[in-house]
């Protein structure tokens, strides 16, 4: 098992900037890639970007790209989602997740942010 712990919601205003923070422990050997993912109420759950943990390789939500940069810490097992420029849009719960390295799905997910941005 892996478990999640995220950071760093809030409120902000439009425009403004919020980083979030997810980290790992448990069987991290298991981490192939640690992704975030967000949901707005009365809609479903979608994909904002990912960071692979081998390759260092980022990607990202057209809707984000531009504005949000992930990161992450291997030595930590952390990963971060700075993000800039936020919109109202932007407002939803964000989870962190883990695609495991045998599966290759996301099974493993933390418990979930609160980012709210007013206009």
């Known amino acids: 098992q892996v478990q999640l712990v995220e950071s760093g919601g809030g409120l902000v205003q439009a425009g403004g900037s919020l980083r979030l923070s997810c980290a790992a422990s448990?069987?991290?050997?298991?981490?192939?890639?640690m992704g975030w993912f967000r949901q707005a109420p009365g809609k479903e759950r979608e994909f904002v970007a990912a960071?692979?943990?081998?390759?260092?390789?980022?990607y990202y939500a057209d809707s984000v790209k531009g504005r949000f940069t992930i990161s992450g810490d291997n030595a930590k097992n952390t990963v971060f989602l700075q993000m800039n420029s936020l919109k109202p849009e932007d407002t939803a719960v964000y989870y962190c997740?883990?695609?495991?390295?045998?599966?290759?799905?996301?099974?493993?997910w933390g418990q979930g942010t609160q980012v709210t941005v007013s206009s």
């Open positions: 960071f692979t943990w081998s390759g260092r390789s980022t």
């Open positions: 448990g069987r991290t050997f298991r981490i192939n890639t």
């Open positions: 997740a883990v695609r495991d390295k045998l599966t290759m799905r996301y099974d493993y």
